[in-house]
C-alpha cells in the first residue's frame, strides 16, 4: 500500500496513519510518501533549526505546525477549539492520539519518504524532521506507488 500524504492536517493525518497501522497488522507493506503540508506531521518540534535558512525560509518554519501535536483540523478547527473538542471525544473513547499512531507505524516499519524538491521550497532540513525517513525524489515515489497494489491520496 501507497500512500501519499499531502495534507498537514490533524484528523487526516489521523486517518492516514490509521490505515497505516492496520495494514501492517495484516502484514501489508506500506509506504508513506509525504509532500508540501504533509511534511509538518513528520517534523521534530526539539530539532527546529533557523541555521542556513533564507529569511522566507524562517518566517514559514515559524508560521507552519511544529510536529503532530500542532497540526489543525481541517473542518470545524475554530482557532484551535475544534480540536481540542475532537482529542476530549478520542480521550472519553479511549482512542490514542496522533502522535502514538505516528509511533506505532514507525515500530511497525512503514517507509517513511519524503519529497525532496518539497523540503527545499519548504526549507525544512532533514535534521529537523523524525529521524525514520528517507528523503526521496518524486521518480522514486511513482515507481513505488506503480509496484503498490493500493495507492491512497490524502
Not at 497540526?71 to 473513547?93: N, T, V
Not at 519548504?122 to 515507481?143: C, F, N, Q, S
Amino acid at each position: 500500500m501507497n500512500l501519499l500524504m499531502f495534507s498537514g492536517e490533524y484528523d487526516k493525518a489521523l486517518a492516514a496513519l490509521i490505515l497505516a497501522n492496520s495494514a501492517r497488522e495484516i502484514e501489508v507493506e506500506v509506504t508513506m510518501f509525504f509532500a508540501f503540508w504533509g511534511l509538518c506531521l513528520l517534523r521534530d518540534p526539539e530539532k527546529m533549526t533557523m541555521e542556513n535558512k533564507t529569511s522566507y525560509e524562517k518566517m514559514f518554519s515559524m508560521m507552519t505546525p511544529k510536529g503532530p501535536g500542532e497540526l489543525p483540523l481541517s473542518k470545524m478547527d475554530f482557532s484551535g477549539i475544534g480540536k481540542s473538542m475532537l482529542i476530549e471525544m478520542m480521550e472519553d473513547d479511549d482512542t490514542p492520539e496522533l502522535i502514538a499512531f505516528l509511533n506505532g507505524a514507525v515500530k511497525k516499519g512503514v517507509r517513511f519518504y519524503v519529497c525532496k524538491l518539497s523540503m527545499e521550497i519548504m526549507g525544512l532540513k532533514e535534521e529537523e524532521l523524525i529521524p525514520e525517513i528517507e528523503v526521496v525524489d518524486a521518480k522514486t515515489y511513482l515507481k513505488d506507488a506503480l509496484e503498490s497494489n493500493m495507492q491512497l491520496f490524502i
